[in-house]
C-alpha cells in the first residue's frame, strides 16, 4: 500500500496494520486490522469514475442486507479510496475451486435468489444518480478486433432489449468471483459496473463466467442458478439471448482494454471468439 494512503488510513480510523484481501476485486482492496467494527479499503487511481459510481450504487442499497456499507471516500496521492464495512464470507470462486459439489450447488440456488433480490429495484424513471446501460455505444470501431468477429457481434447484438420497461438495478459483474458467503449470508462485492439495464445482463454474465471458468460443472450450475433465480422472478431467456447479452459485457470490456497492452487485448479477443464457439446454456 502506498505510505501516505496507509498513514490516512491509521489517521482516520485508527488501523493498526492491513493485509490485502484476494479475490472478487478489481482494485487494490485492504482488511484494516484494528478497527471497530473491521473495516476495508478499496484502493484506485485517480480518478475512477467507478470508485464514484460504486458508491452511489452501495449508498442506494444501504438499507440491504447483502452489501458492504461505506463510511467514507477520500483522494490522496492521486489515488481514490473507498471505506466500507467488512464483510464475513468465503469467496464463491475459492468454493467452486475446492470441488465441494454440494456447497457450490448452494452457492448458485442462493447466487438465484439474490440476483432476484437485487432485480427487484426496477427502473422507475428516476436514474437516482446511477449509470444507465448504453447500448448505443457499441459502434464496433476498436481496430485490433477481427473484422469476422465484429460482423458476427453486429448480427446478435441489434437484438439487445433498448426499451427500458423491463430495466432492473443490474450488478454489472455479478458471479461466484464476486460473491461472500458463510452458509448463512451471502454479499455482494464489487459494485464498480453496476447500472441501469436489462436483467439479462447479470444472468447472461454469470453463466458466461461459470462456462469460461468451471466449463465442466457449469452447464449444471447455471441451471440451478436459472431456475433459482425464475423461481423469484419472471424472467425470458433463451440461448442466443443469453449469448447476446454476454457480447454485450465483452463489448464493453474490448472499450475498457482499447489502450491496454496487446497481450490483455488478445486475451479479451480470444473469449470474443470462444463465446461464438461455444453454447453458454
Known amino acids: 500500500m502506498d505510505k501516505e494512503v496507509g498513514v490516512e488510513l491509521r489517521k482516520r480510523f485508527r488501523a493498526s496494520e492491513w493485509e490485502r484481501l484476494m479475490g472478487g476485486f478489481t482494485n487494490d482492496v485492504y482488511l484494516l486490522k484494528g478497527t471497530k467494527p473491521l473495516l476495508v479499503a478499496k484502493v484506485a487511481q485517480w ?60 452457492l448458485f440456488r442462493g447466487m438465484g435468489v439474490r440476483l432476484a433480490d437485487i432485480h427487484s429495484h426496477s427502473y422507475s424513471g428516476n436514474p437516482s444518480g446511477l449509470r444507465f446501460a448504453d447500448f448505443e455505444m457499441l459502434l464496433y470501431d476498436l481496430s485490433f478486433v477481427p473484422k469476422e468477429l465484429v460482423k458476427k457481434s453486429e448480427r446478435l447484438l441489434q437484438h439487445l432489449d433498448r426499451n427500458k420497461r423491463e430495466w432492473t438495478l443490474t450488478h454489472g459483474d455479478f458471479g461466484s468471483h464476486n460473491i461472500l458467503t458463510d452458509e448463512e449470508c451471502l454479499t455482494v462485492i464489487d459494485w464498480e459496473w453496476a447500472e441501469w439495464g436489462h436483467p439479462l445482463i447479470d444472468l447472461a454474465w454469470t453463466c458466461w463466467n461459470t462456462k469460461l471458468h468451471y466449463t465442466a460443472i457449469a452447464d449444471e450450475l447455471n441451471q440451478i442458478f436459472l431456475n433459482a433465480y425464475k423461481a423469484q422472478r419472471e424472467v425470458v431467456y433463451s440461448p442466443e439471448l443469453i449469448k447476446t447479452y454476454s457480447l454485450y459485457k465483452l463489448w464493453m470490456i474490448l472499450y475498457r482494454v482499447q489502450h491496454a497492452d496487446e497481450e490483455t487485448q488478445q486475451k479479451w479477443i480470444n473469449r470474443l471468439e470462444w463465446t461464438f464457439e461455444n453454447e453458454i446454456i
Open 47 to 106: 480518478s475512477s469514475q467507478d470508485m464514484e459510481n460504486e458508491v452511489k450504487v452501495l449508498k442506494f442499497l444501504e438499507t440491504t442486507s447483502y452489501t458492504p456499507k461505506v463510511i467514507d471516500l477520500f483522494s490522496i496521492n492521486n489515488k481514490q479510496i473507498i471505506v466500507f464495512t467488512y464483510a464475513e464470507g468465503m469467496n464463491g470462486q475459492a468454493i467452486l475451486d475446492t470441488g465441494d459439489h454440494k456447497r457450490s450447488i448452494n
